[in-house]
């Protein structure tokens, strides 16, 4: 059974900083690409970031460029959102979501919700002004 399991989130001011953490379990990790996406309240779900197999590659939304980071640890099944400068309009519910790219290359990633097969029930994330 394949689970995706969040951590990390909280009430934070603007300007500060969270990390969350996804860890997986009942897969080969190091098969998938993983994101990150986020539904703020009254919206529909985002996609935020995702990163390939290898880590090789990323691809951030423009509004948290230079501001998130994310990254992977395969050793781990272990995915990181490193999020600063933190702002209110990034309060949300944050999901990680893998994406099964066996049949990829390395570096390949893809930002479309409907092409991840597993999801995790999300973290909260909530900044204050």
């Known amino acids: 059974q394949v689970q995706l399991v969040e951590s990390g989130g909280g009430l934070m001011q603007a300007g500060g900083s969270l990390r969350l953490s996804c860890v997986a379990s009942g897969l080969t990790f190091s098969m998938y690409t993983m994101g990150w996406f986020r539904q703020a309240p009254g919206k529909e779900t985002e996609f935020v970031v995702a990163?390939?197999?290898?880590?090789?590659?990323?691809y951030y939304i423009d509004s948290v460029k230079g501001r998130f980071t994310i990254s992977r640890d395969n050793a781990k099944n272990t995915v990181y959102l490193q999020m600063s400068s933190l702002k209110p309009e990034d309060t949300a519910v944050y999901f990680c979501?893998?994406?099964?790219?066996?049949?990829?290359?390395?570096?390949?990633?893809?930002?479309?919700?409907?092409?991840?097969?597993?999801w995790g029930r999300g973290t909260q994330v909530t900044v204050s002004s």
């Open positions: 979501a893998a994406e099964n790219a066996r049949v990829h290359g390395t570096d390949y990633l893809t930002t479309q919700r409907r092409d991840y097969d597993y």
């Open positions: 990163i390939s197999r290898s880590g090789g590659s990323t």
